[in-house]
């Protein structure tokens, strides 16, 4: 038992890491002027769901069930009787749980990139927290009417990558496109910084996928396999694709390919073996470079392709469980249709996915709007044009003040914003 809270634990902050790891990734896909802001909305997410899960987070995600709908918040609110005696599992489990939740919310910050406030921004995370992510978690994880049903979700596919990704494409459309958008080229500002963080992400994801068996035995194992094989073909499918249709294989394709891979792997990563991995590899590579294209061919613009990666990516890793689930590998989970099981496993999932994916638009295009109307979400156009990090937060990523001297502070003030001017060599932005 010991062994398996040190590893719950050490998962708890392997994903807590991811965190961070999400802010480089993101921070170095948006431009110069708005890379602080894209970063604190991260780091904002860290502060305002580490609180509320605490209070009632945990109790509503893993109360005792209310109608398959929600745990019951009065269970543990504030954590109460949790926290005293030989309960180090019990809390561990709280503890690995909530960075779940953190990070869920924060995913959906890429969508609106380079134009939220701050403030509002911190307003719909928590009201989506608690009457979006904290139900799904329960649906999913907690007794709910999902798990009930047997739709197969082992690390978060529909609870946290379906869920935001839906959640991105509805705040996309409330919060209108950014200025310029698509005719001026956006292109990240920073790649070093978004290979960083993908590095760090696929790091932290071995906590997220492995630790998600609550315990360090053979099916934390073959999670932490299949989340290495899984992203390791989605990274060369996307290359490949790219290759393919632009001539080229980048580095930030290199980069979403990792995340692809990561995302569709984990709901699947404890009931497939390797060929299922590697096949679900492929298929998120493929798909998720093909489907960054879909905001130019339906005009709405999520800045850092969130819908693309996340929806896409989760629905992937979500419906193939259909097909490519085996108890050849774990005994609990279920053979999908390529393993004799036949189409009730594909049905269940496709339930599963659909359901959380419209629940997720709905309501954040409702609190979105609820915000837009009351506070306002979005940044002046003045505001937008000079850069949010100035307006939001009063600061500059990178600050050239003290190498100015005469002439010289007119070149420095234009590699502040040479990454925004430089034309893109391709339609496709991160």
Not at 107 to 134: E, K, N, Q
Not at 165 to 191: C, D, Q, S, T, Y
Not at 237 to 265: C, F, N, P, Q, Y
Not at 359 to 380: E, M, P, Q
């Amino acid at each position: 038992m010991e062994g398996n809270t040190a590893w719950l634990l050490t998962s708890a902050a392997l994903v807590l890491f991811m965190i961070p790891g999400l802010a480089l990734f993101y921070g170095g896909m948006v431009r110069s002027k708005s890379v602080l802001n894209m970063m604190m909305m991260s780091f904002g997410s860290i502060g305002l769901i580490g609180v509320l899960w605490v209070i009632y987070g945990y109790s509503t995600t893993f109360g005792s069930d209310i109608g398959g709908l929600l745990g019951n918040p009065g269970d543990a609110l504030g954590l109460s009787g949790l926290m005293g005696g030989n309960t180090l599992e019990g809390t561990g489990f709280v503890a690995f749980q909530g960075m779940f939740a953190i990070i869920t919310v924060a995913l959906i910050s890429g969508a609106i990139a380079d134009r939220a406030r701050f403030g509002p921004w911190l307003l719909f995370a928590g009201i989506w927290a608690t009457l979006v992510y904290f139900p799904v978690a329960h649906w999913v994880w907690g007794e709910g009417w999902i798990m009930d049903m047997g739709t197969l979700d082992f690390a978060g596919g529909t609870a946290v990558h379906i869920n935001a990704g839906a959640a991105a494409l509805a705040l996309a459309i409330v919060l209108g496109k950014r200025r310029g958008w698509p005719k001026e080229p956006m292109k990240p500002h920073n790649l070093p910084l978004v290979m960083l963080g993908a590095g760090i992400l696929w790091f932290g994801w071995f906590g997220f996928n492995a630790g998600s068996a609550v315990a360090a035995d053979n099916i934390a194992g073959l999670a932490f396999i299949n989340t290495l094989t899984c992203t390791c073909a989605a990274m060369l499918a996307w290359l490949l694709t790219e290759r393919i249709r632009d001539g080229k294989a980048t580095s930030l394709g290199a980069a979403s390919g990792v995340v692809a891979g990561l995302v569709a792997i984990t709901p699947a990563c404890a009931f497939v073996d390797t060929w299922g991995a590697l096949t679900i590899g492929v298929f998120a590579g493929v798909l998720c470079a093909l489907a960054v294209g879909l905001k130019y061919r339906l005009g709405y613009d999520d800045s850092l392709d969130v819908v693309g990666v996340h929806l896409i990516g989760g629905l992937v890793g979500t419906v193939l469980i259909g097909f490519l689930a085996t108890t050849g590998v774990n005994a609990d989970g279920a053979d999908g249709l390529l393993y004799g099981g036949g189409a009730g496993q594909l049905g269940t999932q496709l339930v599963g996915a659909v359901s959380v994916l419209v629940y997720s638009f709905v309501l954040a295009a409702l609190i979105g709007l609820l915000v837009k109307a009351t506070i306002g979400f979005r940044a002046d156009p003045e505001d937008e044009a000079s850069g949010v990090d100035e307006s939001e937060h009063a600061e500059s990523a990178y600050e050239f003040s003290s190498f100015r001297s005469g002439g010289g502070s007119a070149i420095a003030a234009s590699a502040n914003t040479l990454a925004d001017k430089v034309p893109a060599s391709s339609g496709k932005e991160g």
